[in-house]
């Protein structure tokens, strides 16, 4: 049995150097019925095959799970959170466990305990930071 094998011309999925992502590539050259040489649709840059690369690693899957649960989080207690009550946060500010305050970047946030002296940790809609505080 015969695998349907690549020629000059076909198309295949692969990794552009310069684009940085999976494109479609054009094969130019082949070794052993292995694209060698390719050219991306998207850019036209020539360059060496490269597979196309896993969109996630596990480790960093592992980390989504983690600020997923924190994400989830968030959404529960976001009914329960007044806007007009948060507070700007300043890291000239001190702030207490359950003070509700209001980031430029990151928004909404619940501080879940305060960490030693200087620092407390917040849920954000994103998850949860640590922040700077007085
Ligand atoms: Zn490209």
């Not at 015969?2 to 590539?25: P, S, Y």
């Not at 036209?44 to 994400?71: F, G, L």
């Not at 207490?96 to 002296?117: E, P």
């Amino acid at each position: 049995m015969q695998n349907a094998t690549l020629a000059v011309g076909d198309k295949i999925e692969g990794r552009c150097t310069k684009c940085r992502k999976n494109n479609e590539h054009t094969v130019l050259t082949l070794v052993k019925e292995n694209p060698a040489q390719v050219e991306c649709t998207v850019c036209s840059r020539q360059h060496k095959y490269r597979p196309p690369t896993a969109a996630k690693k596990p480790a960093v899957r592992q980390a989504n799970q983690h600020k997923e649960a924190e994400r989830k989080e968030w959404a529960t207690l976001r009914p329960g959170m007044n806007s007009a009550k948060a507070l700007d946060y300043s890291m000239t500010e001190s702030y207490k466990a359950k003070a509700l305050i209001n980031h430029s970047v990151f928004g909404l946030g619940l501080v879940q305990r305060v960490i030693g002296s200087q620092k407390i940790e917040v849920l954000f809609e994103d998850g949860k930071k640590t922040m700077r505080c007085k």
